[in-house]
């Protein structure tokens, strides 16, 4: 279980850094909403933010984030 936590942080890290986009978790709870999303991703739209939202619990968590920046789904 560490070593996964430990591979998600790292393929985390990779996609915040690769899209050169810092975003902001502002309360605190793991994982990006749309507004927070918004702010780093100005013209991500809804359909983007659900569709990046894997698992469908209206958040993005990194790993998430990490897939989408990559497959292009979200972008700069």
């Avoid at 810092?22 to 507004?35: H, K, P, Q, W």
């Avoid at 359909?47 to 979200?74: H, W």
């Amino acid at each position: 279980m560490k070593s996964f936590i430990l591979a998600l942080a790292a393929v985390s890290v990779f996609a915040v850094a690769h899209a050169q986009t810092v975003v902001e978790d502002l309360d605190g709870d793991g994982a990006f909403s749309m507004s927070e999303l918004s702010a780093a991703y100005p013209a991500m739209t809804a359909t983007q933010f659900a569709s990046a939202d894997r698992n469908t619990d209206g958040t993005v968590d990194m790993g998430e984030l990490a897939k989408a920046v990559s497959a292009g789904t979200i972008s700069e």
